[in-house]
């Protein structure tokens, strides 16, 4: 669905993307993670086709933006960062605008209105004007704005942002069910714990792409395989005995709770846990911790800073 | 062309919303077409009960038969001048409100989403201070002849308008000011954060015109086809330049990356 390789964007000064590539699948939920100014907006720009690359390729639907812009605007939708709403337009106006560059007929357009106002629960206030929404209602109508033609790939940046958590989640679950629909997901967030419940695949930008995958494969690397043991007493008073073990690849200690990193799990814990037990160390309660989206984040960001 | 017309209807629904915009054109309306003509006209009688008035009339316009008849020629040219300020205005009020508000609103990146083409959405918003331009410096041409051909038969018994000069101005000379005065703000706006001082251009525009009318005045020339013609010409050879430039500015990726957008 959409295919890129070897993509640079330089501003005057600035390299913005360096040689990037991807693919994303029919939908699949694709969530780009990075720090700000590393290059997501530029790059969700350059595959919506607003802007144009410096050099390597682009293919959405198998068409090249440079000659089939127009075609590919017609499949997308675009949530901006900014809502971006004609203010002195009602709700219903600002849909009906952006809906009549679609090629619909008009009573799909009316009724998708209808249906999505209906579905953001901005209907019964669709005639005023879009100025005097709230933040979250802004959201809801620009969202609405990018789903308003059915598209198949939708590109959002932060499409919670400003929502109450009911409305947000109400968000995630739809973003959820656009997978049944194939649509395609291109996402962009700060939002991590939403990126690791919807994407199929994460991948964290630094102006180059640093890690391409999914939340499995992620949690399943290196440094993100943890044992949390919680001992009686002091874990500092068994750090010499654990030290001496073979397969423990670091430990953090704070009070009675240890935290240990271990390549093969299946293989050490049965060995640390007996050897703990060997010692007489009385233990209160062990557990194996999958790291979190934004633990593997921090890591992966903090590694390319040291870089 | 279905998606600039798409852009020319929202827009124009806006600028009848926004009486920022029509109401100085209203009042230049009322005020040069209707009231100023029909002072002078009033007036113009009295005008030649008075001495030196007469010795100015004759020291302009040398020994004529009918110095009344030749003041009111006069008058006419300048008004002539005074249509000019509506083609100049309404393309210099309109064009920077439209793209000002979009950069106010950032709705030029979800537009620009769509499957709209960046000539499309330039032509759109020609369309939105061109066709207004037009309609209402044809308006004001025609109650503007209206109020000078009734007041001067009342008062003189002859019908002066329209003339040559008039036809060029209001058919010639005026649309493609306002063509150029829509490319001048388009591409001033482009660089501008502030609608006010985007739109200080037409008052730019308007000081040249209050010069040649104060010039006609003192006697140093009098507007005449060929220099219409010829302010027609030079206009005419601007028209490209500027639509190039227009053209350069309203690309995508000029519009996303170096317009100069409100924080």
Request: net charge neutral; hydrophobic share 45%.
């Amino acid at each position: 669905m959409i295919t890129v390789e070897n993509l640079t964007k330089e501003f005057k000064t600035v390299t913005a993307v360096e040689n990037i590539s991807f693919n994303i699948d029919y939908g699949e939920i694709f969530s780009f993670l990075g720090p700000n100014g590393a290059g997501k907006t530029t790059t969700i720009r350059m595959l919506s086709t607003l802007i144009g690359p410096t050099s390597g390729t682009i293919r959405i639907d198998g068409r090249d933006p440079k000659n089939d812009g127009a075609y590919i605007r017609s499949i997308i939708g675009l949530l901006t960062e900014s809502p971006g709403l004609y203010e002195k337009i009602s709700a219903y106006e600002n849909l009906n605008f952006f809906s009549s560059f679609y090629d619909m007929p008009a009573d799909k357009r009316t009724s998708n209105i209808e249906k999505y106002l209906k579905m953001f629960g901005l209907w019964e206030r669709r005639d005023d004007l879009a100025g005097t929404y709230s933040k979250g209602m802004k959201q809801k109508l620009a969202l609405s704005r990018a789903l308003i033609h059915d598209p198949k790939i939708l590109f959002l940046d932060e499409p919670t942002a400003g929502l109450d958590p009911a409305s947000a989640h109400m968000v995630r679950n739809f973003i959820k069910n656009l997978k049944e629909e194939q649509v395609t997901v291109f996402l962009c967030t700060h939002n991590l714990t939403e990126a690791s419940s919807l994407s199929d695949r994460v991948c964290f930008i630094k102006r180059k792409i640093i890690r391409i995958a999914s939340l499995a494969e992620l949690q399943d690397h290196g440094r993100n395989k943890r044992i949390k043991i919680i001992f009686k007493d002091n874990a500092e008073r068994y750090r010499t005995v654990l030290e001496k073990m073979e397969g423990i690849s670091g430990m953090e200690i704070k009070d009675n709770t240890l935290s240990i990193f271990v390549e093969e799990p299946e293989k050490s814990n049965p060995v640390i846990i007996s050897e703990l037990v060997k010692n007489n160390i009385d233990i209160l309660y062990v557990n194996e911790i999958k790291a979190s989206l934004e633990d593997i984040y921090l890591e992966l960001i903090r590694d390319e800073g040291t870089r | 062309m279905k998606n600039s017309l798409i852009i020319f209807r929202k827009e124009i629904k806006e600028v009848i919303r926004n009486k920022n915009i029509w109401l100085p054109i209203l009042i230049i309306t009322i005020m040069f077409s209707i009231i100023m003509p029909l002072i002078i006209s009033l007036v113009s009688g009295s005008i030649f009960e008075d001495e030196d008035t007469i010795k100015f009339m004759t020291k302009v316009f040398g020994d004529v038969e009918d110095p009344e008849k030749v003041f009111i020629g006069f008058i006419i040219k300048q008004f002539l001048i005074f249509l000019l300020m509506i083609p100049a205005m309404v393309p210099s009020l309109i064009a920077p409100a439209s793209i000002l508000m979009e950069k106010e609103n950032n709705t030029l990146e979800p537009l620009l989403g769509t499957p709209i083409r960046t000539r499309e959405l330039l032509f759109g918003k020609a369309l939105t201070a061109m066709i207004p331009a037009f309609v209402i410096s044809t308006i004001n041409f025609l109650i503007l002849t209206l109020v000078l051909d009734v007041t001067i038969y009342i008062k003189m018994g002859y019908i002066p308008l329209p003339t040559v000069e008039w036809l060029i101005v209001a058919l010639i000379l005026s649309p493609i000011l306002s063509f150029l005065l829509t490319m001048i703000s388009v591409i001033v706006s482009s660089k501008s954060t502030d609608i006010r001082s985007a739109q200080g251009i037409g008052t730019v525009i308007i000081f040249p015109i209050y010069l040649i009318i104060g010039l006609q005045i003192a006697g140093f020339f009098l507007i005449n086809i060929t220099y219409l013609l010829l302010a027609c010409l030079v206009f005419l050879i601007f028209c490209p330049i500027l639509l190039r430039i227009a053209v350069r500015i309203f690309d995508r990726e000029n519009i996303l990356t170096r317009w100069k957008m409100k924080a």
